[in-house]
Every structure is written in C-alpha cells, then in structure tokens.
C-alpha cells in the first residue's frame, strides 16, 4: 500500500484569536473526516501539523500572565504536541469507527534536531503569535523580545532553523509497519541541539512543511502531500495573468521560487519543501486544500511537483 | 526481564508555584538518572507520571488572561503530557548515553475512559491549581467554578472519575515488546467518556496512581512503583507512635485504609491504587520515594502490598 505523509496547517484546527472549543471540535472533526475518506481510498497515512495559532496562544498567556513562570518555545511546542495530537488521534478514532476503518492511531511527541550555529539564531525571521500595539511591543522589545513590525502591528520573531534529523524515527517507523496511523513531528517538532551527544531544548520554531519533508523521506513515503488554503500553488498569484501549476518538474518549481511567484511566509514555503523532498529522493509532493485531497490524489486537482 | 511500572509525582518535576524553567530542568534530570539507574540493574520500565502543578499553572493563566479561549481540562490535560513527556523523554535519552543504555523513549498521548454517569461528576471532589482568596475566588464561584476553601485560601475542585480503559493499551504494548521505553498516561491520562461508540473529551481530572494500576494490571508489569515524598507508608504517622509499614498483605491494607491511617489525597490513594493493583491479579505494588526507589526494589526500603 502506498504511503502518504500529509501535512495540516494549524489553521485545519484552529483559527488564530478566534474560535471556541466547540468550534475548534467542528473544525477538527471536518479535517479529520477527509483525512479518514483517503484512507478508506486503500492509503497509509502519516499525519503532521502545524501549531501557530496554538504556540500563539500559549505565548500570548505567558505574557499576558504574570503568575507562573514563562515556558520557553521548545516546552510551548510540546504544549501543543500534546494537546494537538489528542484532538486529532480522537477525532480520527471516532471517524474510523463511522465509517468501519479498523486502524489505531497514535501521537508521537517529537523532537527535531537543529543546527544550533544556523544562521537563523543570530536573526529570527518566523513572526509568532499575536499582534501588538506599539506601547506593548516597545515594553517587550526592551525586556529583550524580538519583533517585526508590519501594517496590522508589532509581531514577535523567533529563529527558524532547518531540522536535519528526528529523534524517534525509529519509533516512527516500527509504528507505521505495524499499521499505526502515527501522528508526529506536530509544529515541525520539538528543536532540539545536540551538544557533546546531549540534547538541549532551544528557543525555536521549525517551518512545519520542511520538517514534513525531511519526515517524508525518512519514512520513504511516496507521497508528501501538503494541505492549505489554496486549491493549488500559481504564477501571478492574484493578478490578471495568474496560471494555476498542475504538474511541475523540481527544476521548473526552484526556477520559480527564485522568480518570486510564490508569498512568502505561505506558499514559499511550502513549495521549498516541496522541492527539498524530491531532491532528497522522493517521487511527487502535492500542494493543493483540504477539500481537493483526494481529487489532487488521483491527479484532478493541486499542483504537483515531481522530479 | 520483569517489566515495572513507575509513576512519579507532578512534584518530581516542577513544584507548584515555583520553579523556573532550569530549576525545573535539573529537577528532572535527576529523576531521570535515578530511572536510569533502575534499568541499568536489569528491568524493563514503564514510566506514567502526575501533573498536578502543571495543569494548576495552565488554569491559572486561562483564568488570569482573558486574551484567548479557555480550553477544557482534558485538553489541558493533554498539553502537559506533551509538555512533561518531552521533558522526561530527551532528559532519559541522555542519561542512557551517559551510562550506555541502548534504549529508544517515546511518549504516547493516552486517553483513559471514564464513566461519565460517575458520581464524581455531580460531587466534585479533587482540589487543582492555585488558591485564591476570598474576593477572587467569589467571582470565580458566581462565573459557575466549584471552589473548596481550605487553612491556605479557595481552591477549584473538578471531578475526578475512576478510570477502566485505556485507549492506546495495545500501542503500549507492541511498544513494550520491542523494547522501547514507554511515557504513557501523564496526569492520570486524558478523560474520555464513550458515548454511543463516539469518544469525547470530558472536563475531569483522573487519579494518576489509579491510571497507574489500571495500566499496570493492562501490561502486565510484574512490580507497581509508586515513588512519593515519604520513604514509605506508615501507621500513626507523624504521631509518636508512628509505625513504618515494611510489608503488608493487600488484606492488611484495606484495613489500614479503613482505619484512616492513611493521609486524604497524599497516601490513601496510593494505597488504594496499590490495592487495586493487586486485587486485580498483580504480583506486588511498592511506594516509597526517588532516593529509595532501588533500595525499595531490594526490598530493603519502602512499604511493598503483597497477595
């Protein structure tokens, strides 16, 4: 059977300063019905996630709270490792039983190692977390935060690192062979450094689609589907001549990036990761929304990158 | 090899209230070596550990900030296995290293069901988080939160039901047979109830030494290790006539439960769990604490509950 590693946004679950739990259930349930509909299509899955608006909340608590003592980013990960896995492995289970899938799943809390001399760390780029009025973010900045400002605010920044390797691959692996859908490697996983063959937390987020990637080839899955707003990736983005990509060659899909087609900070991104898995080996990634998953896997919808 | 099961307190890792996070770091590591150092003399291991100042400071912020959703406590619940299970897993990893133990760890979000017609539902009874005084704490009580009010101010009181599933036992299990170093049910586990075959998450707290047992007896573990503050149990305690207990029959502890001997909600239930542990076919449950634990393994240490 062929296996498909699929990666969600963490807006699948939660839109960012909005949406009760009530709410977020509805959404989690409506990714988790798709998710389920593929695999009753006779596919392997694994699931990884996204965890902004999730981190984003957790942060906005520990600043806004002065009672407890401030986690740092790696244990605010883990935070939504957790808290995401379980809305999504019960939310599978209870699709699975619908619709008579015998299949278990599992979250696997995952730790991603990181380049701790990357360049990222001397200058975060990744904004998190919520906007803030000036008179707010110019307290932070001086208590040491770092921010971006653009038209909606003040923004905190924080190093985004490559990952170049997964602590419980293995773990991941013997699962998957077993038949265990494995949610894992949720926000791009848990940074880790290794320090004379010790492994530290550290202050970072990893791009969740690049860990995807990486996650992808370890695993040897023939697919790397990411899902996203936007039923597939295009050149003039909005514009009049806008063209929709359905099958790109990883050449066309680098040429491109360097042309600028794609946004920054959104499909830019993922088009990287994109082009990282087939260049490390992998046979196609699919770009395209939650609701054109399947149509994008039979080759009806999304744009695909191939080598 | 015969396989134990170890749950260690919220308190091993981060006492409530304070405790920044390298205090909290080194707190762990040297659980984690003492773990360590029980697998090195040649046992399998299982470890399931509490959460009670870690949910309590998730609360806390919830109520203290009114910038995003509160979640409900089984979602809380689920981010601090995230968060503890990462922190046990990558500090056990390196002190395998360090003392050349090849083992793989992981954490598996758990999900325990519970009875949702328990009485405990309608009687809440389990104090959580932070005290508040009086004015707050009226507030808190007229915006529907059930308080108790103890010597050291208004505590919030949730149910607290008695587990009998476990949702992932059989991933536990494959997990265990191939060696790995499982992290399972953190604070008691996640509540779910099962509702005409749906699983939904439930605003409860579960008894994490009564989680123990149950996974205990599920797996199969030969020893149940409780390890606390106290070296062990004891009749008349802190009274002059104070009695340690060194072995006691399961028969023996429900006596001693009856006749009060046994602290509410420090060692009562533990003792309770011990003997639910035994009542439902386990060989042997121990309590006493981290420094004693291999001493208590010995049998030169601790209270161990006997057929």
Known sequence: MSLILIAIGGNA??????????????????????IARIIRGGVDVVLT??????????????????????????????QTQGMLGYLLQRSLLNMFREIGIKKQVTTIITQVIVDGSCESFQNPTKPIGLYYQEERAK?????GVKMIHDRKGYRRIV????????VEEDIIKKLISEGVLVITAGGGGIPVIERNGVLEGIEAVVDKDLTGSLLANKIGAEIFL??????NAALNYRKTNQVDLREITVHEAELYIKEGHFGKGSMEPKMLAAVRFIRSGGKSAIISSLDKAIDALAGKAGTRIIA
């Open 13 to 34: 679950i939660l839109h960012p300063e909005k949406g009760n739990p009530q709410e977020q259930q509805e959404k989690i349930d409506g990714t988790c019905k798709e």
């Open 49 to 78: 996630h996204g965890n902004g608006p999730q981190i984003g909340n957790i942060l906005a608590m520990q600043e806004e709270c002065g009672l407890v003592h401030p986690q740092p980013l790696d244990i605010c990960g883990a």
């Open 226 to 231: 990411i899902l996203t707003d936007v039923e």
């Open 159 to 166: 190093p985004s690192p490559m990952p170049f390797n997964i």
């Open 139 to 143: 307290t932070m900045m001086n208590a």
